[in-house]
């Protein structure tokens, strides 16, 4: 097997397992790599990286990260540091170095670099690469951690590939759902004015009574629900004035005074 693009190089749909074996293999502690590859048309988010370590030597930390293509010294080439990983343990066995749980954002169709740093070992450490049929790969010497920007020169390789990968997932889809619903009731009734009037008026056999009763009654009931309106018809009893008048009689008789002593 060799390294490719999309299998166990740049944005893979599953994480490989067998050894790469690649036409080439570098040195990989005391140095870092990317390796460059276009993110496919529905990615939106990587969530496990990994490199091939191809010997077994001291334990050492290493770490993976993800670079912007917007380097400034070779246009495209790796410049700024999306996402780290941090010191990562490498332990001593050969074999695939991976860290999952991740949930870095990306573009879809957007070029990237993955990158990789190696602290030194006693023994040589190695990665598999390829020179033919990658998007580009670079290197920098002495580093102990990944780099930002990353500070490249010309690339190392313009069309090889290291065998770094990262597993991409489809964006989260997003629904949006929203229900509105109103309801207004008003009701207005009951305006019931009672007027009651009594007067009673007796002098000297003369007697004015006057009665007034006035009555109004207004009923008005509005009901509006889901922008209905219901108006009842509107009955009005008319003002019904009841006066009964007795002719006011000013009846005087006058009795000559007569002072009557019956003792005399």
């Known amino acids: 097997m060799a390294v490719v693009l999309g299998t166990n190089s740049g944005f893979v749909a599953i994480a490989p397992t067998a050894d790469p074996t690649g036409g080439a293999v570098l040195t990989a502690d005391s140095q870092s790599k990317v390796t460059k590859h276009t993110s496919p048309a529905t990615a939106g988010k990587i969530t496990e990286i990994g490199w091939w370590c191809d010997t077994a030597t001291e334990a050492a930390n290493y770490q993976l990260g993800l670079y912007a293509a917007d380097g400034t010294v070779v246009p495209g080439e790796a410049g700024t540091l999306l996402f780290n990983t941090g010191d990562q343990a490498k332990g001593t066995t050969a074999g695939w170095k991976v860290v999952t749980g991740l949930n870095w954002t990306i573009s879809p169709s957007t070029d990237y670099w993955l990158g990789q740093q190696l602290d030194n070992t006693t023994t040589t450490t190695q990665i598999d690469a390829e020179s033919i049929g990658g998007s580009g790969r670079d290197a920098l010497l002495t580093q102990t951690a990944l780099t930002d920007p990353y500070g490249g020169g010309g690339l190392a390789d313009t069309d090889g590939m290291v065998a770094i990968y990262a597993v991409w997932e489809t964006a989260p889809t997003t629904t949006s759902s929203s229900t509105s619903t109103?309801?207004?009731?008003?009701?207005?009734?009951?305006?019931?004015?009672?007027?009651?009037?009594?007067?009673?008026?007796?002098?000297?056999?003369?007697?004015?009574?006057?009665?007034?009763?006035?009555?109004?009654?207004?009923?008005?009931?509005?009901?509006?629900?889901?922008?209905?309106?219901?108006?009842?018809?509107?009955?009005?009893?008319?003002?019904?004035?009841?006066?009964?008048k007795t002719p006011f009689a000013d009846i005087r008789t006058e009795t000559p005074i007569v002072d009557i002593h019956p003792n005399l």
């Not at 007027?195 to 109004?216: D, G, H, L, M």
């Open 182 to 244: 109103s309801t207004s009731t008003s009701t207005s009734s009951s305006s019931t004015t009672t007027s009651t009037s009594t007067s009673t008026t007796v002098t000297s056999s003369s007697t004015t009574s006057t009665t007034s009763s006035s009555t109004s009654t207004t009923s008005s009931t509005t009901s509006s629900t889901s922008s209905t309106t219901t108006s009842l018809p509107h009955t009005v009893i008319p003002l019904v004035e009841i006066q009964t």
